[in-house]
């Protein structure tokens, strides 16, 4: 799969999609700091699974943005070289109207790549940060698999967020955290997504709308790889 730059070590292995939560009381720690710890362990367990070189990060996670940078531009360009898009369920998630426009501009580069084939690409692979009602998953997510056995019995019922915060959990979050790794570098290196056009988030709704009018515009990406 070439890159914007050349080579497969550019491309990121996997964009995480994640809500963040309110930081309501300035005097207590950060809430989004396991979020960002998640995230840190993910990639180190990518890294120990790959041979991506010194300074390549292995994944994208909107934290790693420098202050000045153009922040939807930068979006667009993770999401369209990025090999595989992993939301990070959670209930504020799907309420998330910026969450809801990642997965729209992802899922535009996908369908523009099957040019119409009706077989999967399967090329999203969730997160279950914490657990979320049937009812709240929105139609676009609920035919994709998430309660993976091989993440064990407690990744559906409490989530990776109380896994990875209480002790008696820690052993069963870092075999989640390993199999969710292998998973990604599995489809990664398998499916071989191209990179696409990144897309103007002003011009796409959240994936997340509930409007039976909605249609993707396969048409704004612009020299999507066939």
């Not at 950060?30 to 979020?35: I, T, V």
């Not at 998430?146 to 979050?173: C, Q």
């Not at 796409?204 to 039976?212: E, L, N, V, Y």
Request: hydrophobic fraction near 35%.
């Amino acid at each position: 799969m070439p890159s914007a730059s050349g080579s497969d070590d550019y491309c990121p292995y996997f964009f995480l999609s994640y809500a963040r939560t309110p930081w309501n009381d300035p005097t207590s720690p950060d809430p989004n700091m396991w979020a960002r710890r998640f995230y840190a362990e993910l990639c180190n367990e990518i890294l120990q699974h790959t041979s991506l070189p010194h300074g390549v990060h292995p994944g994208f996670m909107d934290a790693d943005m420098q202050t000045g940078v153009e922040w939807d531009q930068r979006l667009a360009r993770e999401l369209a070289t990025c090999r595989v898009f992993v939301p990070l369920y959670s209930r504020r998630y799907f309420h998330s109207v910026q969450c809801g426009k990642e997965w729209a501009a992802f899922e535009l580069r996908r369908r523009a790549y099957m040019n119409g084939r009706n077989d999967l690409l399967d090329v999203i692979v969730p997160a279950y940060w914490s657990p979320v009602p049937e009812y709240e998953i929105p139609d676009i997510a609920k035919p994709i698999q998430y309660a993976d056995p091989s993440m064990g019995p407690h990744y559906v019922e409490h989530g990776l967020y109380t896994m990875m915060k209480i002790r008696r959990f820690r052993d069963h979050y870092k075999m989640a955290v390993y199999h969710l790794a292998r998973r990604i570098i599995e489809v990664a290196e398998r499916v071989r997504l191209p990179p696409g056009s990144p897309v103007d988030y002003s011009s796409i709704k959240s994936a997340f709308t509930r409007d039976p009018e909605r249609r993707f515009q396969i048409t704004i990406i612009a020299g999507a790889a066939h």
